[in-house]
């Protein structure tokens, strides 16, 4: 099957029917339907509307409450959890970040953890608000298990993403927003669907030995071996542990147990830069500091030096005009009745 193009708009809003008609209510329909656009238009597919069909099976299995309100306690000046009460990760991360962001526009720093959540998407949409708010955004989610610790032989930990957005006076925002795994689980079917040969490092067998042969993996690979194994356990530290979630192997299943709720953590903190130095000195150092990134000589086989973010920012440019690129099979679904 091939694929369609169909503006932003008409996405968000098949999505957020399709939530409707399984049960959610109409304004936290509408948030989830906004940061699965938002993945779209930056062309993170895998993390967009193509979503929707699942969080639908899982509303109507009774594995994520429709009707969840989610509960902000503050716990000091800069400090505070949400007990999401079981709902979507879109809706319940929004929270979270922004009381993180009202934190450090008054105190300087924010720091929020997220309970009792679900799936939440792709992080570039929380650490973007921060930065838009000319803040330094953190955010951090576990992920149950598919992922190898490195030099064991079978999945333990999630991909479990992290990401950072930077604010700059000018320039569009730093934004790194990376799952730990070296790739996701949808490049492995790719290439197996291809019949193409995988590079070492990407994905292991069932004795925990690397292999080339797509249809041999079972779990991936952390990226950077030990380093980005080290970095896969932090993010369950941070959004696992401090939010007094599970980890790793001990966390709900995302296409199991449909019923089940997910019990996912998460962490998200604002950095408010006018707290540590100038702050416009601080934006004007990160514009230069991207500018002579973007300008650094490329080596031979590259176009040119990108930043994180720059390349999702430049889809979502064009995106916005010519419309977000979906698998004809998904919008079949959404449009269905
Ligand atoms: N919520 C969850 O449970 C969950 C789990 C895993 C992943 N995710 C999401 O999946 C999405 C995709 O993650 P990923 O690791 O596959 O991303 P990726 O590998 O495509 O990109 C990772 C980072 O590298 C940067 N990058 C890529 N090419 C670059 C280049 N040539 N020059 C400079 N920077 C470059 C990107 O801008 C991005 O910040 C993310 O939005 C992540 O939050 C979510």
Redesign the pocket.
């Known amino acids: 099957m091939g694929t369609v193009k169909i503006s932003a708009e008409e996405a968000k809003e098949l999505v957020i029917q399709k939530l409707i008609s399984a049960g959610l209510n109409g304004d936290d329909a509408d948030k989830v339907a906004e940061v699965l656009v938002h993945?779209d238009l930056r062309n993170?597919n895998?993390?967009g509307v193509l979503r929707t069909e699942h969080y639908m099976n899982r509303l109507k299995a009774g594995g994520i409450n429709p009707e969840a309100k989610p509960v902000f306690k503050g716990t000091g000046p800069v400090t505070g959890i949400v007990d999401g009460k079981d709902g979507f990760g879109h809706v319940i991360g929004d929270i979270a970040m922004d009381h993180a962001i009202q934190m450090a526009q008054e105190n300087g720093v924010g720091m929020v953890t997220a309970v009792n959540s679900s799936?939440?998407?792709?992080?570039?949409y929380f650490v973007q608000k921060a930065a838009d708010a000319k803040l330094i955004g953190i955010a951090m989610?576990h992920?149950d298990k598919i992922v190898v610790p490195f030099g064991g032989k079978s999945s333990f930990l999630g991909?479990n993403?992290i990401?950072y957005g930077v604010p700059s006076k000018l320039k569009k925002p730093f934004?790194?927003?990376?799952?730990t795994s070296n790739v996701?689980f949808g490049k492995i079917l790719q290439a197996r669907e291809e019949g193409k040969e995988i590079p070492e490092g990407w994905g292991v067998d069932e004795n925990g030995r690397a292999v080339t042969d797509p249809n041999k993996v079972v779990s991936l690979s952390t990226f950077g071996g030990p380093k980005g194994y080290g970095l896969s356990v932090i993010v369950d530290v941070f959004s696992g542990l401090l939010a007094g979630a599970a980890f790793g192997p001990h966390i709900n299943s995302m296409y199991g147990d449909l019923d089940k709720k997910r019990k996912l953590g998460h962490y998200f903190c604002a950095i408010n830069p006018s707290f540590f130095t100038d702050r416009d000195v601080f934006l004007e150092q990160m514009d230069r500091m991207l500018e002579e990134l973007q300008n650094a000589e490329p080596a031979p086989g590259f176009e040119r030096v990108?930043?994180?973010?720059e390349?999702?920012q430049l889809h979502e440019e064009r995106n916005r005009v010519e419309g977000i690129t979906i698998a004809e099979s998904v919008y079949e679904f959404l449009k269905s009745r």
């Open positions: 993945a993170v895998s993390h799936h939440c998407g792709a992080l570039s989610s992920t991909t993403p990401a934004i790194l927003d990376m799952a996701a990108y930043v994180p973010g390349i999702e």
